[in-house]
């Protein structure tokens, strides 16, 4: 009971068990209930699903496949009704089809899982009395945009040599976006989305361009080249050019075309978390989640404009075209720079620091310039690994989310895990960066300088190190470690209305399912972890929205096992036995209708 009660306000309930039920698990006195899954038809015409007779049109306008970021934005006029934007990050064939032969995909599979890629908007519906959602099937907002989608290139290096190819000479159209990971939504009502592990889809890269972003130099694991000439990049080189970018998507105008800006640089974004300056400019944090990748910040120079216009709308969709990008690099301030397992952090004390942000390219109205020696600004927002590399950044455990809070302004960089931090040949434990081999990932505090999202400068200190709360190498902010939850590989987070910061988890190496996760980052308690949910077998918790009321989160390939077939599942989430597995977006809220951890 005194976990009830004596808890951070937002954060009273009885934290949820590690556990490995195939199932989610909420806390006592919470319900929950399935609000969309892959395969729901959500578009007019769109047929109910058959996994044993699935089509790629059916697909189209049906929901897509392993959702991920998740946004939940007002529909004005329509009453106890909002719009759902989810990403379809990617496909796993073994578990959609029953006679997958992943030596020979065929066609249709293929172009069913182009279909199951991308975004798709909804609109959801709630039960009046409870949390509960549910989709609101043919509604004329309902989108999808999938692998063949058209989407725009715009900013600095649209129209570049750099992104044309033989079917789009302009270097200005794009069909498609590709492993939407995370995302964030804009103060100007759009939603943007993180195109992260684009290099698993083009075969044969011979460039050491290609080679920095993971491109391999053989065929793909997918096989897409097969059925289309653009993924071979011995064919079509540019194409890979023009993926990695963040996106923008309107989703009030149901016939808007998502835009791909250049200026936010391409790399594998996890996300995009936009902020604003005290004069309406927007700031926004996106990393790179990679082993011993960068982040990143974005500060425009244009400002928002208020209102609901057609010219209004447009401005406010430009305003991630020009700008400057930055990428971090941090200090350390301290004697030591390895957590030692006394439980105690060396050296001063903290693990803290200051940081700087770099910039690396400025995109204006009139054209753009490199801050980078020997690469043109085009090449920097197309190259920005390579510009960050001699930019010298800082190399992180694997950049994820990043979130300002809304209630102090400091900003939480989650670095998910590196287990190669300290192996030879590779960057040993730093102060930012404390643990060798970290299997369990941190979660850093960012203050920018006097406060301002737009500052050239910050102060750093680490907020929590991930792991079992009995491993002395692991840090809550400094709360008593016999009251938390263990938790492990930090990935998505959100901040609930409270000020407590959410923590969607992807990848636990402790040995029980992934969750979601409430921490308080302010008060006495600061540094309370207390597990809300559990997800089910082979799931990563992704999208995690806490309003008052309500629990959002994507649960993510369910199922994803080694071996795992449809014949053999590992995982029959949420359809019970003798269904298929499907990912699919859960509500939760409280059965006696109050707030959320009150
Ligand atoms: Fe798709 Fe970085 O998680
Ligand atoms: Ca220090
Ligand atoms: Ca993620
Ligand atoms: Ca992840």
Redesign the pocket.
């Known amino acids: 009971a005194s976990s009830r009660t004596g808890a951070a306000r937002g954060l009273r309930f009885a934290p949820v068990a590690p556990n490995t039920a195939d199932a989610v698990t909420v806390p006592d006195g919470y319900g929950q209930n399935v609000v969309i899954r892959w395969g729901d038809p959500i578009l007019r015409g769109a047929p109910a699903f058959d996994p044993e007779n699935q089509t790629a049109a059916a697909q189209a306008g049906q929901f897509g496949y392993n959702n991920d970021f998740l946004a939940l934005l007002p529909l004005p006029g329509e009453r106890h009704r909002q719009l759902l934007v989810a990403n379809h990050e990617y496909t796993d064939e073994v578990l959609m089809f029953r006679d997958y032969d992943p030596e020979n995909p065929t066609r249709q599979q293929v172009e069913v899982a182009w279909a199951a890629h991308g975004l798709g908007a909804v609109v959801v519906e709630e039960d009046r009395h409870t949390g509960r959602l549910t989709a609101v099937p043919r509604h004329p907002l309902n989108r999808r945009l999938t692998a063949t989608s058209e989407f725009r290139l715009t900013g600095p290096a649209a129209g570049s040599d750099l992104l044309k190819t033989s079917a789009d000479p302009t270097g200005r159209t794009v069909l498609g976006t590709l492993n939407n990971?995370s995302g964030g939504t804009t103060p100007w009502g759009t939603t943007l989305h993180g195109e992260e592990n684009f290099n698993q889809y083009f075969a044969n890269g011979s460039r050491a361009t290609d080679k920095r972003y993971g491109i391999g130099t053989s065929g793909t694991g997918r096989k897409w080249e097969r059925f289309d000439r653009r993924f071979d990049l011995a064919q079509e080189p540019n194409e890979a050019h023009r993926f990695g970018y963040v996106v923008e998507f309107d989703p009030y105008d149901p016939h808007s075309t998502p835009r791909k800006h250049t200026a936010l640089g391409r790399f594998k974004h996890?996300a995009a978390t936009v902020r604003l300056t005290d004069d309406g400019r927007p700031v926004v944090y996106s990393g790179d989640?990679e082993r011993f990748d960068y982040f990143y910040k974005f500060v425009g120079s244009k400002r928002m404009r208020h209102g609901g216009s057609r010219a209004v709308r447009e401005h406010n969709l430009s305003l991630l075209d020009e700008g400057t990008l930055y990428v971090a690099k941090l200090t350390g301030d301290s004697p030591a720079s390895e957590i030692d397992g006394s439980g105690k952090l060396p050296g001063d004390g903290e693990f803290d620091g200051s940081g700087t942000w770099i910039p690396l390219a400025t995109a204006t109205a009139h054209g753009a310039v490199s801050h980078v020696e020997g690469m043109s600004a085009e090449e920097v927002f197309v190259f920005t690994r390579l510009a960050a590399d001699k930019a010298g950044a800082t190399k992180m455990d694997?950049p994820?989310d990043i979130q300002p809070s809304p209630h102090t302004g400091k900003v939480y960089v989650v670095l998910?895990n590196n287990t190669k931090r300290g192996l030879s040949g590779q960057a040993p434990a730093d102060e930012a960066n404390p643990r060798n081999a970290n299997k369990h990932g941190h979660i850093l505090e960012l203050t920018e300088g006097r406060n301002r999202p737009e500052s050239t400068v910050f102060a750093w200190s680490l907020f929590l190190v991930a792991g079992d709360p009995a491993d002395p190498a692991t840090y809550f902010a400094g709360f008593p470690k016999d009251r938390v939850s263990p938790i492990s590989?930090p990935?998505n987070v959100a901040f609930d209305p409270h000020g407590n910061l959410w923590i969607s988890t992807?990848?636990n190496r402790l040995g029980s399912h992934d969750g979601l996760f409430g921490v308080a980052t302010r008060g006495e308690r600061r540094g309370e972890l207390k597990q809300f949910l559990t997800v089910p077998t082979g799931a990563?918790t992704c999208g995690p929205i806490v309003q008052d009321r309500r629990v959002l989160v994507a649960v993510q390939h369910p199922g994803e096992v080694d071996g795992a077939t449809v014949e053999a599942p590992a995982s029959t989430w949420p359809d019970g036995p003798g269904k298929i597995v499907r990912p699919a977006v859960v509500a939760v809220w409280r059965a006696d209708g109050r707030d959320i951890g009150m």
């Open positions: 990971c996890e989640d694997r994820e998910t590989c990935d992807d990848g990563e």
